[in-house]
């Protein structure tokens, strides 16, 4: 697995939405679940999968219409990484933190 050499926002909420997920999601149902644009989530998520953070696999399901679904989810290391990198995006900064007014 590569490490990922720059990490925003957006990275931080696509691991979010995977970490969160019991099963595979596919790209439309994670730009929902951001609010991100398709833009920024389908060259994230083929990086995530380049750098081994990420396996993909086209939907099998025949009784579903309309075009098949690339389906993503967390590889372990992924997995172990993701919950890494939300922890450290979610703890706030000095320079981020509130004020206590006195």
Same mark, same amino acid.
């Given at each position: 697995?590569?490490?990922? #050499?720059?990490?925003?926002?957006? &990275? ?8 969160? @997920?019991?099963? $595979? ?11 991100? $644009? @398709? #833009? @920024? %989530? ?9 750098? #081994?953070?990420? &396996? @993909? ?8 219409? #309309? ?15 993701? %919950? ?15 004020? %206590?007014?006195?």
């Amino acid at each position: 697995m590569e490490p990922l #050499g720059r990490i925003g926002r957006t &990275t931080v909420d696509v691991l979010a939405v995977l970490l969160d @997920s019991d099963r $595979p999601r596919w790209g439309l149902e994670i730009i929902k679940l951001t609010g991100r $644009p @398709s #833009g @920024s %989530v389908y060259p994230l998520l083929d990086r995530l999968e380049r750098a #081994g953070w990420v &396996t @993909s696999d086209w939907d099998d399901d025949s009784d579903r219409r #309309g075009p098949r679904r690339r389906l993503y989810v967390l590889t372990p290391d992924g997995a172990r990484e993701a %919950v890494r990198v939300c922890a450290r995006k979610a703890r706030p900064t000095t320079a981020t933190r509130p004020e %206590v007014a006195r």
